[in-house]
T-cell receptor, first 114, second 112 residues
């Protein structure tokens, strides 16, 4: 099976712009979770989508949003970018049937905000 | 606040040595724990997991030990190889929650 893929791999934006990141889960997986990874805060949970519905949400401002399509592919959007949004954004997929299902991560999208 | 944390930010070992990476958790309601490995430029990769009703679980060259009395988790890597060089994260799933909480990570450096 192909793994989790994320596009683009690298992105440079300026403050105030918006950005959309894409994640394609492993075939058959219905859950997609998004994480922000920074050197200072580590891996922080953003949100999880399952069957096109947001199932869980982390403690991030409303500028961070996401959605999931019927084929389980997911996008996350960050509006009005701030310097502090520079990070590696990771998505992870799982079957979503049980809380303990293994999450498989993609390679991430490296976002730099100038 | 309650968190999953790691004792050492960097661990340096020689090839062939056994490595032990430690993790402390503060929430007694945590009932599932996972170790992930993240190599440079890649996303985290699942290594091994353990439920709170177990004390020990073994995989290929890796063993996870759980001490619920002192809320401590460790990952032991036998015969460490240069390819084991990476950042290792522990994560926990707290009872009643459905999302993982990750620790900050420990960098393992293996020299030949």
């Amino acid at each position: 099976k192909a793994g989790v893929t994320q596009t683009p791999r690298y992105l440079i934006k300026t403050r105030g712009q918006q950005v959309t990141l894409s994640c394609s889960p492993i075939s058959g997986h219905r859950s997609v979770s998004w994480y922000q990874q920074t050197p200072g805060q580590g891996l922080q949970f953003l949100f999880e989508y399952f069957s096109e519905t947001q199932r869980n949400k982390g403690n991030f401002p409303g500028r961070f949003s996401g959605r999931q399509f019927s084929n389980s592919r997911s996008e996350m959007n960050v509006s009005t970018l701030e310097l502090g949004d520079s990070a590696l954004y990771l998505c992870a997929s799982s079957s979503g049937q049980a809380k303990t299902d293994t999450q498989y991560f993609g390679p991430g999208t490296r976002l730099t905000v100038l | 606040g309650e968190s999953v944390g790691l004792h050492l930010p960097t661990l340096s070992v020689q090839e062939g040595d056994n490595s032990i990476i430690n993790c402390a958790y503060s929430n007694s309601a945590s009932d599932y724990f996972i170790w992930y490995k993240q190599e440079s430029g890649k996303g985290p990769q699942f290594i091994i997991d353990i439920r709170s009703n177990m004390d020990k679980r073994q995989g290929q060259r890796v063993t996870v030990l759980l001490n619920k009395t002192v809320k401590h988790l460790s990952l032991q890597i036998a015969a460490t190889q240069p390819g084991d060089s990476a950042v290792y994260f522990c994560a926990d799933l707290r009872r009643g929650y459905s999302t993982l909480t990750f620790g900050k990570g420990t960098m393992l450096l293996v020299s030949p």
